[in-house]
C-alpha cells in the first residue's frame, strides 16, 4: 500500500479502523447522512451546504458550529487534499452509504479529473448469510475486500454521477424506471439501495413508508420492554436502511400517538389497525417541508401492491 493514496471512508469508525490495521495513506471522513432531508446536485457548493445545514438545523437541532466542525472542516480537508492522485472510496451496501458514495463521486467527477478512483464495498461474504459492514470484517476480509477493490471507469463516474442528478430532482419516477433496467456491475449494491429509498415515499396501503412500518412491525412482533430495547432491536434487525440512533429517534418521536406506551412496547388500537392496513396515518404525518433527494416526501405514494410510485395530483 503506497503513502499516496487518499481514503474517503463511510465514517469514523471504519476510518479508526483501517488507521488501526496500519493502512497506509491520508484519510478524510465523508460525514454527511444525504440519504436524509433536501439535496441539491452542486456537491460542495455554497447552496448545497445551505440546504444541508438547514436540514440538520431544523430537523436535529445542530448548530451551525457544531456542522462546521464536525462536516464543514473534515469536507474542506478533502478540498485541499490535490496532491494524491489515487483515491479510494470505503462504502458499505446499505441505503445510507450507498446515497453518500454517489454524492463523493459526483463531487470527483467535478473536482478531481483524471484521478486514479477504485471503491471497495462490503456487503456480502463467503461463507455468511448476513451482509457485513467495513468495521464487521475481520482483517484478513477487509484486506481482501481491498485487494479486489474496483477501479472506476469513466463510465462508471458518469453512472455514478447521473443516479445523483436524478436522486436529487424534483420527482422520484425516473429513478423509479432506472431500477427496472440493470445497467452496471460496478454498483452492486445500488440497485437495492435505489429501490429501497423508493419505497421511502409513503405507501398507499397505509400512509406509513418502509421505515415506519419496520419500527411498527418490530415493536409487535418482540417483546420489549422500553424504548431503548425498541431502538436496540431497529438497529439490529434492519436489512438494507444502515440508520443510526438519530433516526430512529426521530422516527418513533414522528409515530408517538400509535404508540399506547413504552414501558412495556406497545401499539394503540389505532396503530394496530394501521399495521394492518385497516387505517391511514398518511395526513398526521403530512409535512410539505419534508424531502427525500429533491423530491417531497408527501408528493408520491408507493404501491406495495404494485411495486410502483405514484405522484399526487392536487
Same mark, same amino acid.
Given at each position: 500500500?503506497?503513502?499516496?493514496i487518499l481514503h474517503i471512508?463511510?465514517?469514523?469508525?471504519?476510518?479508526?479502523?483501517?488507521?488501526?490495521?496500519?493502512?497506509?495513506?491520508?484519510?478524510?471522513?465523508?460525514?454527511?447522512?444525504?440519504?436524509?432531508?433536501?439535496?441539491?446536485?452542486?456537491?460542495? $457548493?455554497?447552496?448545497?451546504?445551505?440546504?444541508?445545514?438547514?436540514?440538520?438545523?431544523?430537523?436535529?437541532?445542530v448548530s451551525k458550529q457544531?456542522?462546521?466542525?464536525?462536516?464543514?472542516?473534515?469536507?474542506?480537508?478533502?478540498?485541499?487534499?490535490?496532491?494524491?492522485?489515487?483515491?479510494?472510496?470505503?462504502?458499505?451496501?446499505?441505503?445510507?452509504?450507498?446515497?453518500?458514495?454517489?454524492?463523493?463521486?459526483?463531487?470527483?467527477?467535478?473536482?478531481?479529473?483524471?484521478?486514479?478512483? $477504485?471503491?471497495?464495498? $462490503?456487503?456480502?461474504?463467503?461463507? *455468511?448469510?448476513?451482509?457485513?459492514?467495513?468495521?464487521?470484517?475481520?482483517?484478513?476480509?477487509?484486506?481482501?475486500?481491498?485487494?479486489?477493490?474496483?477501479?472506476? *471507469?469513466?463510465?462508471?463516474?458518469?453512472?455514478?454521477?447521473?443516479?445523483?442528478?436524478?436522486?436529487?430532482?424534483?420527482?422520484?419516477?425516473?429513478?423509479?424506471?432506472?431500477?427496472?433496467?440493470?445497467?452496471?456491475?460496478?454498483?452492486?449494491?445500488?440497485?437495492?439501495?435505489?429501490?429501497?429509498?423508493?419505497?421511502?415515499?409513503?405507501?398507499?396501503?397505509?400512509?406509513?413508508?418502509?421505515?415506519?412500518?419496520?419500527?411498527?412491525?418490530? =415493536?409487535?412482533?418482540?417483546?420489549?420492554?422500553t424504548k431503548n430495547k425498541?431502538?436496540? $432491536?431497529?438497529?439490529?434487525?434492519?436489512?438494507?436502511?444502515?440508520?443510526?440512533?438519530?433516526?430512529?429517534?426521530?422516527?418513533?418521536?414522528?409515530?408517538?400517538?400509535?404508540?399506547?406506551?413504552?414501558?412495556?412496547?406497545?401499539?394503540?388500537?389505532?396503530?394496530?389497525?394501521?399495521?394492518?392496513?385497516?387505517? *391511514?396515518?398518511?395526513?398526521?404525518?403530512?409535512?410539505?417541508?419534508?424531502?427525500?433527494?429533491? =423530491?417531497?416526501?408527501?408528493?408520491?405514494?408507493?404501491?406495495?401492491?404494485?411495486?410502483?410510485?405514484?405522484?399526487?395530483?392536487?
Amino acid at each position: 500500500m503506497g503513502a499516496l493514496i487518499l481514503h474517503i471512508t463511510n465514517g469514523d469508525s471504519t476510518t479508526n479502523y483501517l488507521k488501526k490495521l496500519k493502512f497506509t495513506g491520508d484519510f478524510i471522513t465523508w460525514r454527511e447522512m444525504l440519504c436524509e432531508g433536501k439535496t441539491t446536485t452542486n456537491v460542495g $457548493s455554497d447552496v448545497f451546504w445551505k440546504t444541508r445545514y438547514s436540514f440538520f438545523k431544523n430537523t436535529y437541532k445542530v448548530s451551525k458550529q457544531k456542522f462546521i466542525d464536525y462536516t464543514i472542516k473534515e469536507y474542506r480537508r478533502l478540498c485541499n487534499k490535490k496532491e494524491t492522485k489515487e483515491i479510494v472510496l470505503w462504502f458499505e451496501y446499505d441505503l445510507f452509504c450507498q446515497i453518500n458514495m454517489l454524492a463523493v463521486i459526483s463531487w470527483l467527477k467535478q473536482h478531481r479529473k483524471d484521478y486514479h478512483i $477504485s471503491l471497495v464495498c $462490503s456487503g456480502k461474504v463467503k461463507k *455468511s448469510t448476513k451482509l457485513k459492514g467495513l468495521c464487521e470484517l475481520s482483517e484478513s476480509e477487509i484486506h481482501q475486500h481491498y485487494k479486489k477493490r474496483i477501479n472506476l *471507469s469513466q463510465n462508471d463516474i458518469e453512472y455514478a454521477d447521473y443516479i445523483w442528478q436524478l436522486y436529487c430532482s424534483v420527482s422520484p419516477l425516473r429513478l423509479e424506471t432506472i431500477t427496472n433496467i440493470k445497467t452496471t456491475n460496478t454498483f452492486v449494491y445500488l440497485e437495492n439501495a435505489l429501490k429501497t429509498h423508493l419505497q421511502r415515499f409513503p405507501s398507499v396501503e397505509n400512509g406509513l413508508n418502509n421505515v415506519e412500518n419496520f419500527v411498527l412491525q418490530t =415493536a409487535t412482533k418482540n417483546k420489549l420492554t422500553t424504548k431503548n430495547k425498541l431502538l436496540g $432491536s431497529l438497529l439490529k434487525e434492519q436489512e438494507l436502511f444502515g440508520f443510526g440512533d438519530l433516526q430512529y429517534q426521530k422516527t418513533i418521536t414522528q409515530l408517538n400517538p400509535l404508540f399506547a406506551s413504552y414501558n412495556p412496547v406497545k401499539l394503540t388500537k389505532t396503530g394496530k389497525k394501521v399495521l394492518e392496513n385497516e387505517t *391511514s396515518f398518511y395526513r398526521q404525518l403530512r409535512n410539505e417541508n419534508s424531502y427525500l433527494g429533491g =423530491a417531497k416526501k408527501f408528493s408520491f405514494l408507493f404501491s406495495k401492491n404494485n411495486q410502483k410510485l405514484l405522484q399526487i395530483t392536487s
